[in-house]
């Protein structure tokens, strides 16, 4: 408890200043340059290992036949390119989503693209979807055995020649197709709020179309749908009636909020700021309504994983107690530090612990029993 309390005050006290007065987008392009380095030699990464990770048996869960070491994992935003699959599981998170990669490579919307919102503790994102495209990643992945189960998280190519819909389509299966056999789950992200032309396959007849021909692509992997924290009860319904026609094994709620006026964004940090989805923790009670939604709406039928807004092991513990089996992030270390996966795994096994739950299965979906 010594060494993460110091941990923590190392970075609040020391990194996070510094870090804080540069340019967003430079201290995240360093830190994933860091984060490369220290994954090429046993040595560095043993050594991150010791400093932040956390083991504890309550924290593993199998999933669809899937091993999690701990329900904490990377957010799919992060690691785009899909660069830090050798340090990660060293820092201490269960899983990892990487991208989101596209069917073309894609150098994403104009800078800058990459805002701090530290009054509201989130980001303002307007990235557009920059990666190396779906070809250049698989090839880095390719063959690659992981330590932690790997998610493919893949999106249509911000560009306009993208915008129809067979032309979607198209797009997406390109790179679904081309992680078919990489990794352990793809997540089809049809809520991005900064590409060109919006979000159409939030419409259920678009999704249903492109769910179609993504069913026709082999693959041995699960399949989640990530949706919009912004999305209605209504709309959800009509999605999950079209994903109860395919392969679909689960939802990531959420992606970022296009809706500036929730009462958590201050207003005064965000004013000349009007492009891109927020982050962080104005997401965090409107992803939990989802997941609380969600789960009480088709219960076990599909897995939740929980993302937006978690800063703390109450945050997750929150998220897994309203129906999240997984939790993800990545405001929250952005923040708080590197030192809080371990913080967060650490804490939900004492909250565990308090409440009689031997593990986190038990405590998924605890809220709505009574």
Not at 44 to 64: N, W
Request: charged share 25%; hydrophobic share 35%; glycine share 10%.
């Amino acid at each position: 408890m010594f060494a993460t309390n110091a941990q923590h005050w190392f970075y609040s006290s020391v990194l996070k200043p510094v870090f804080f007065r540069m340019d967003p987008e430079r201290v995240h392009d360093r830190v994933v340059w860091l984060g490369k380095m220290m994954s090429n030699t046993p040595l560095t990464k043993y050594i991150t290992r010791t400093i932040f990770d956390y083991k504890h048996p309550a924290l593993v869960q199998e999933i669809l036949g899937i091993r999690f070491s701990n329900p904490v994992g990377l957010t799919a935003g992060f690691d785009k390119n899909a660069e830090l699959t050798s340090i990660i599981p060293s820092v201490g998170f269960g899983f990892e989503e990487v991208g989101s990669i596209t069917g073309e490579p894609c150098e994403g919307n104009p800078k800058p693209r990459l805002w701090r919102l530290p009054k509201s503790r989130g980001l303002v994102v307007w990235y557009g979807l920059k990666n190396d495209g779906c070809e250049v990643v698989a090839e880095r992945l390719k063959n690659r055995t992981f330590e932690v189960p790997i998610g493919t998280s893949v999106a249509r190519t911000n560009s306009t020649a993208t915008i129809s819909t067979e032309a979607g389509i198209a797009d997406y299966a390109k790179a679904f197709r081309a992680f078919a056999d990489i990794g352990d789950y793809t997540a089809v992200n049809i809520s991005c709020p900064n590409t060109c032309g919006g979000e159409p396959f939030t419409d259920p007849k678009r999704l249903d179309d492109l769910l179609v021909a993504l069913d026709e692509i082999p693959t041995k992997k699960l399949v989640f749908l990530k949706l919009s924290v912004d999305t209605t009860t209504r709309e959800l319904d009509a999605m999950i009636k079209v994903c109860g026609k395919h392969r679909i094994h689960g939802f990531i709620i959420s992606n970022l909020t296009k809706h500036y006026d929730r009462p958590t964004i201050n207003e005064e940090e965000r004013r000349g700021i009007t492009k891109g989805g927020i982050s962080g923790h104005p997401v965090f009670n409107p992803s939990n309504e989802l997941i609380s939604y969600i789960y009480q709406t088709v219960g076990s039928r599909y897995v939740i994983v929980g993302s937006g807004g978690i800063f703390s092991a109450e945050d997750a513990y929150e998220k897994i107690r309203l129906g999240a089996s997984l939790v993800q992030l990545a405001t929250g270390m952005i923040f708080e530090g590197p030192q809080l996966i371990g913080e967060i795994n650490r804490g939900l096994v004492q909250l565990m612990e308090h409440d009689g739950f031997a593990n986190v299965r038990e405590a998924v979906g605890t809220a709505h029993r009574k």
